[in-house]
């Protein structure tokens, strides 16, 4: 669900971050990311039949659901892609700050687009929200706008938008350890949180759903969880190194209480999940270099181990069978396993397209489905051509919104992160020393969707400044 960024920048525990070098700038190209793009694509396809199946192919889901569960697929394939993309767009500008910036304005505006047309059709009586039983709008409104709305006990708007609540979780987490300089060790954390999932499981540690919400009130839990992420993003995000770690430790500690407590999903599957994001960044470390491949294997194979044991300790759900579940983690991790292997060859258009509206096509696919459901209803044997119909419909209509949301949402991102981000003078402090590793003929990464900075009056790329202060 979120889009690839070339080449981070090396991790730095120094108080300065340098440029990369230029054969790293030059390693780069569409094509190397082309594997990712493919994955996302195929990861939002399988998500889309799995949910329209309901509507136009009730019989032969029934039939598969037992044995594989597509939607667990694609968001598995989706958290492993998460977890290789986003610590390195962290570490890459080396900016709490422009991070934030660069999340919300990535994941932010489709969101509200996509809320508000949910409001107009339901206002029009063309789709039916779900009910939200005695909690009120406001509760629901702030829950949502946090984003973690599925660990706070909150109905979700749409039923897609539970794995953005881990998502944001996972965002609190990485900033957390950058802060403290522990990011480099994503796969002691994967393997940390898949034994946890382990032994709770094993132990029988299976709390309620919402159990948190249960204790305290959900409303309470919303107002309190709600401004210590503000907190803690403003905190992260300030130039005091001391504010930094606290926002930083804050918001880490939030994600850390919720997902265990808090969630709809079983405690382990919620471990799981973020055990899942980081053993994908464990994979991006190894892969440049920052950590050895059989230190990432080992991650991946501890990790799989505990997930698998603990989904067949846990048994059947209520929302999936044990062997469903099982064989659609093991086929998506063997999934992103060939993406990795298959990374320096050409990969098909049609996937790598759809890759690139993937996020698009994740938000839209369940408006488009309620909308057809409100109006034409659901059919109750099975209809090929209407699933494919659904999927011609849904595509253009997504190329439309990323064209018209996305593209020019992170473009503005893009424009405020760049002055939010403090620039020392040329030559930096004294504490760097070191000249600038830049040139000026090479493009300077910046993002998947423009990468090459240039200034308003050239189609050169503007030069990075040689150091740049981490904020």
Same mark, same amino acid.
């Given at each position: ?13 120094? &108080?300065? %971050? ?55 697929? *694609? ?28 999340? %919300? ?10 809320? =508000? ?8 009586? /063309? ?29 979700? /708007? /749409?039923?897609?938008?539970? $794995? ?54 959900? *409303? ?10 503000? %907190? ?19 918001? *880490?500690?939030?994600?850390? @209480? ?8 079983? /405690? ?13 960044? =464990? ?8 950590? $050895? ?66 996020? &698009? %096509? ?60 403090? @620039? ?7 504490? =760097?020393?070191? &000249? ?11 993002? =998947? &969707? ?22």
């Amino acid at each position: 669900m979120e889009p690839p960024h070339l080449v981070p920048a090396s991790p730095t525990h120094s &108080s300065s %971050v340098t440029a990369p070098s230029p054969k790293a700038i030059h390693a780069a190209g569409p094509s190397r990311w082309g594997w990712l793009d493919a994955l996302r694509g195929i990861a939002a396809l399988v998500v889309v039949f799995d949910h329209s199946s309901y509507t136009f192919m009730a019989e032969f889901r029934r039939e598969l659901m037992p044995e594989f569960n597509a939607g667990r697929y *694609g968001i598995m394939v989706f958290f492993l892609v998460s977890g290789y993309i986003i610590p390195a767009s962290l570490e890459r500008r080396g900016c709490v700050r422009t991070f934030w910036i660069g999340r %919300v304005f990535r994941v932010y505006p489709l969101w509200a687009a996509v809320v =508000a047309v949910l409001l107009a059709v339901d206002f029009l009586g /063309l789709a039916e929200m779900r009910d939200f039983g005695r909690l009120g709008a406001a509760t629901v409104a702030v829950a949502h706008l946090t984003m973690l709305q599925e660990v706070l006990g909150t109905p979700n /708007l /749409l039923l897609v938008l539970w $794995t953005l609540s881990y998502e944001m979780a996972f965002y609190l987490l990485v900033v957390a350890l950058f802060t403290v300089r522990l990011h480099r060790r994503p796969g002691t954390v994967a393997v940390s949180l898949a034994v946890l999932a382990a032994v709770s499981v094993t132990a029988g540690v299976v709390p309620p759903v919402s159990a948190l919400s249960g204790t305290v009130g959900t *409303g309470p839990l919303v107002a309190f969880a709600s401004i210590t992420m503000v %907190v803690a993003v403003c905190c992260a995000s300030a130039g005091s190194p001391v504010l930094r770690v606290f926002g930083g430790m804050l918001g *880490g500690v939030l994600a850390l @209480v919720l997902v265990p407590s808090n969630g709809t999903v079983p /405690l382990w599957e919620g471990l799981v999940i973020l055990a899942v994001m980081f053993l994908g960044t =464990a994979v991006h470390r190894a892969e440049n270099g920052r950590s $050895t491949w059989r230190r990432a294997a080992g991650t991946a194979a501890l990790v799989v181990a505990c997930a698998v044991g603990s989904a067949y300790r846990y048994g059947d759900g209520d929302h999936c069978t044990r062997r469903g579940w099982i064989v659609a983690f093991l086929l998506a991790v063997l999934t992103f396993g060939a993406g990795l292997l298959s990374r320096r060859r050409r990969m098909p258009r049609m996937l790598t397209g759809s890759g690139a509206i993937s996020y &698009s %096509v994740y938000l839209v696919h369940p408006l488009l489905l309620a909308v057809v459901d409100g109006t034409v209803g659901r059919r109750r044997q099975d209809h090929l051509a209407f699933e494919a119909a659904f999927f011609a419909v849904l595509l253009p209509l997504c190329v439309l919104t990323h064209r018209c949301v996305e593209v020019p949402s992170q473009a503005w991102g893009r424009r405020l992160a760049r002055r939010m981000r403090p @620039v020392p003078p040329v030559g930096g402090n004294s504490a =760097a020393g070191a &000249s600038p590793a830049w040139d000026p003929s090479v493009p300077w990464p910046d993002d =998947a &969707s423009n990468p090459v900075c240039t200034s308003p009056s050239t189609s050169r790329p503007t030069a990075p400044s040689p150091v740049r202060t981490p904020c």
